[in-house]
């Protein structure tokens, strides 16, 4: 397989010369490395390569260049390989250039001259942008396939299992793919054994279940050890930082998770409020950073495994799993987030997976390119998703119950919304039900002042709507408030049964549960704030109090 390609431009030979020799000295392996003093005859060298299926990871050009600006380039070069990473360099009269070239280009990053050494301020910022470029780019296929129907609700479960787990996988719809049938024939496999598997290794597994597939791609459903300083129950954004920070203060720390780390902040096609990210990031890349950090630190991670009951024994909190397997730890921290309302509608509960999904926006928009498409609610998880189908579908309507979106959504993901044309919001609309046969082809929309309804086309319909903690599994005596939310610290002491389960001489920890040593974090906690940020918080600052309950016990 052909090496992809760092493109570096300066019209000065000498830095041209450096930049090169420090380009090749640390990524000749991975990478060709290829320079030129004329930013014109690169533009022009692009096209040849693109001709050719050659692939460019990062360009690196300088500002100030006689026949176009390094801004200038990288729109040109923007336009032939978009999905290359993007740096300027520049001396520090031009930072204000490089600064505008964020939001003008696109820019990923600046780096100013000189860089010397390259150890400290040129190779960590490439190392990140080369490591963010590999973490989307498909080469010429090698690995894994899924073929299945494009709207059976068994095809989307493993699409969205392989998407959330971070594996890069190639979908291959059995109705418009000529090698779905290719490859189902090669395996002796027919339609009835679809959805199925394809591994890089030529394994072919019809209608597996995701346990089985995870085990087959590496994942770890059982644990290697028995006992451990913290568990952590659900991999979103507060379990994975708990995870990070607990490995990193040297607790035996064990992160569980039933489906894949991220939570629903791993399926936001970009978060763009989050600290330190001023371009935004996806949420699959923050689970994916996270993930790796957190097993950096020694975190072992279990997925996709199911926690079904939690108990404590003394000093130690006993926690079973669906396949019956047990793990003990001295404290524990639950973390298992939230999941999305579903609308309590039977016409659209028969489509569930085959064109009406609950959140899915990233995996499944690809499936409605210059299609209608409808999305249910009005928070940010909504909006992020509109934003993110309006690349593809013809046009995405907003249904929302309220007069507008002000009071549920921030106002940059308005402002995105009111400035996309084919992104239309449906003020005091709901969808009452639907239509098709063996997939969504049609919705019914009532306004609900005028109660007055019409039957519209829709090829899907994206439900981001409320949020219901996942608590139902938790039977021990542990509060929790009208809508399922765990209470912790002195919040509790508004509930009539605290003084019967407290028993402690202290007052509980500000996150702990009224379980001793058990504590919550994240959107799952009564009271939390519902955004990326103080969820990661709350996760780094319940290893805080797990260290305190430890050291007293």
């Known amino acids: 397989m052909r090496l992809p390609i760092i493109v570096s431009i300066d019209d000065d030979p000498q830095v041209l010369q450096a930049i090169q020799h420090d380009l090749r000295q640390k990524y000749r392996k991975q990478y060709r490395v290829l320079a030129t003093t004329s930013a014109t005859e690169a533009l022009e060298s692009l096209g040849e390569l693109k001709k050719k ?7 690196l050009s300088d500002q100030r260049m006689p026949q176009m600006t390094g801004v200038a380039f990288l729109a040109e070069a923007r336009r032939i390989f978009p999905n290359a990473k993007r740096a300027l360099l520049t001396a520090y009269s031009d930072i204000d250039a490089a600064v505008r070239a964020i939001n003008e280009v696109q820019l990923d990053y600046y780096i100013a001259k000189p860089w010397d050494p390259p150890q400290e301020k040129l190779y960590p910022v490439l190392d990140d942008l080369l490591s963010d470029w590999q973490s989307n780019y498909r080469p010429t296929f090698e690995g894994l396939r899924l073929i299945g129907y494009q709207f ?14 971070l594996f890069p ?16 024939d090669l395996h002796k496999l027919s339609r009835a054994d679809l959805p199925v598997v394809v591994l890089g290794d030529g394994t072919a597994l019809p209608k597996p279940e995701l346990v089985d597939v995870g085990e087959k791609l590496g994942l770890k459903p059982t644990a290697n050890e028995s006992l451990y300083d913290l568990a952590i129950i659900g991999a979103g954004p507060a379990g994975l930082a708990a995870a990070v920070y607990g490995g990193s203060e040297g607790l035996k720390t064990i992160l569980i998770d039933k489906r894949a780390p991220g939570g629903q902040a791993g399926t936001s096609s970009r978060i763009e409020n989050y600290l330190g ?20 630190f020694g975190v072992e991670f279990l997925a996709p495994q199911e926690v079904v009951s939690i108990h404590s024994e003394g000093q130690y909190k006993h926690i079973r799993m669906a396949d019956d397997s047990e793990v003990v730890a001295r404290a524990i921290v639950l973390s298992t987030g939230v999941s999305y309302r579903t609308l309590e509608n039977e016409s659209l509960d028969k489509f569930t997976g085959a064109g009406v999904y609950y959140g899915a926006a990233t995996t499944e928009a690809l499936a ?20 993110y189908l309006s690349r593809t579908a013809s046009d995405v309507y907003i249904c929302i119950r309220r007069p507008d979106l002000s009071e549920t959504m921030s106002q940059y993901l308005i402002d995105q919304i009111s400035n996309t044309p084919n992104i239309h919001v449906l ?11 063996e997939r969504l082809e049609c919705v019914v929309l009532e306004n609900m002042d005028t109660h007055e309804q019409k039957t519209e086309p829709a090829s899907g319909v994206f439900i981001f709507i409320g949020a219901k903690p996942l608590t139902d599994w938790i039977e021990m005596d542990i509060i929790k408030d009208p809508k399922g939310f765990i209470a912790t610290g002195r919040d509790m002491g508004r509930y009539a049964e605290y ?19 058990i504590f919550a974090a994240g959107d799952v906690r ?10 990661v918080g709350e996760g780094a600052m319940a290893v805080s109090f797990v260290h305190k309950y430890l050291a007293e016990n």
Not at 279 to 296: E, F, M, P, V, Y
Not at 368 to 384: D, E
């Open 53 to 59: 299926g050659e692939e460019v990871a990062l360009f």
């Open 152 to 165: 059976s609700p068994q095809s989307h479960a493993l699409k969205d299992f392989l998407a959330g787990n």
């Open 169 to 184: 996988y190639q979908w291959l719809d059995i109705e418009n793919d000529p090698q779905a049938q290719e490859l189902l």
């Open 277 to 296: 990210f001023p371009n935004g990031l996806s949420g699959s890349d923050l689970t994916r950073r996270a993930i790796t950090q957190a097993q950096r």
């Open 368 to 387: 409605f390119r210059g299609k209608p498409v409808y999305v249910v609610g009005g928070g940010n998880s909504a909006g992020q998703g509109a934003m």
């Open 427 to 437: 003020s005091c609309t709901e969808v009452v039900s639907a239509t098709g046969n």
């Open 499 to 517: 003084k019967r389960v407290w028993k402690q001489s202290r007052e509980p920890f500000v996150l702990e549960t009224c379980s001793p040593g």
């Open 526 to 535: 009564a009271g939390a704030m519902n955004r990326v940020a103080s969820a």
